[in-house]
């Protein structure tokens, strides 16, 4: 509790606390976005192996998101604590493998620093609140999100089912909406995208979207309430359809190809999170304006 008081007395405290907290977040996230999708491969190639009868692998390096340890990916040697300071460390090191003088990836760097951007808006934005954390682990999920279905077209279910879960928990306490509000948005989210997926099957014999968006939209019905529903899926087709036609122009790509629908999706939900409630006030008060 002294804790708590001590960062009312001092919010430009606790907004630096945030920052300097998620830059290592961020660094956590590299990892989940570089770990997770291979032991998922992992995982189902050792079932099918089951499945067929065949001898697991055991020469496999066996993964997970604590062990190995943090490792050149070309020289396998491992990283060393003062070269895994998020930022700096790369700054320092100018993109380099300490023993390999191999090129790291900019996205590390990149992951970090939107990290801390974000989390920083966040936490000025809901203050010293339990709506923060809830906000904060929202964030640091669809980041991880975005990235995997970016390099994958693939949503985990470890990320999609714990936002959906929760979304439910903090629905008990009303940070976001109530459990009767989340609930219904949870059943709804996942509906519509699956009644839209078997009506656009029926009439075109296509996959239109896959079962990894339907939960991911119903992680946002549980955390947002159903409510907030209509203006993510506006959002996120529109911000679809802004980067699928930049897409095309910038990479003269004008065939079909198709492209991960999560991050759209991702960033809907977080404009929704922040300024959902004033644009369907402002929506509102509009209509009734021109509605006489």
């Not at 708590?4 to 590299?30: M, R």
């Not at 396998?76 to 023993?99: D, F, Q, T, V």
């Not at 990149?110 to 923060?132: D, H, M, N, P, R």
Request: net charge neutral.
């Amino acid at each position: 509790m002294d804790i708590i008081y001590f960062f009312f007395v001092n919010p430009d405290v606790f907004l630096i606390v945030v920052a300097i907290f998620s830059l290592f977040i961020g660094s956590f996230l590299n990892v989940v976005i570089y770990r997770l999708p291979r032991m998922m491969e992992q995982s189902w190639s050792e079932e099918c192996r089951v499945y067929l009868g065949l001898k697991p692998h055991h020469e496999t390096e066996k993964l997970n998101l604590y062990l190995p340890f943090s490792h050149c990916t070309e020289c396998k040697k491992n990283i060393r604590p003062w070269h895994n300071i998020p930022i700096l460390s790369y700054l320092w090191l100018r993109g380099k493998c300490a023993h390999c003088q191999a090129p790291i990836s900019l996205r590390y760097p990149l992951v970090e620093t939107l990290t801390c951007l974000v989390s920083l808006y966040v936490a000025w934005k809901f203050g010293i609140t339990w709506q923060t954390l809830a906000a904060l682990l929202f964030t640091w999920s669809v980041i991880c999100l975005v990235f995997i279905d970016i390099d994958y077209h693939l949503l985990p279910d470890q990320l999609t089912l714990l936002l959906l879960w929760l979304g439910l928990f903090f629905s008990m306490f009303g940070i976001f909406s109530d459990s009767h509000d989340s609930i219904i948005g949870a059943i709804a989210g996942y509906l519509i995208f699956a009644l839209t997926q078997l009506v656009f099957e029926w009439a075109t014999g296509k996959t239109g979207m896959g079962q990894g968006d339907y939960k991911f939209l119903a992680a946002l019905g549980a955390y947002f309430g159903w409510q907030m529903l209509p203006l993510i899926i506006l959002l996120s087709s529109i911000s679809g359809v802004i980067f699928a036609f930049a897409n095309m122009l910038i990479k003269r790509q004008f065939k079909s190809v198709p492209l991960p629908f999560g991050p759209y999706l991702a960033i809907a939900g977080w404009i929704a999170m922040l300024w959902g409630n004033e644009m369907m006030n402002y929506y509102i008060k509009y209509m009734m304006q021109n509605s006489g």
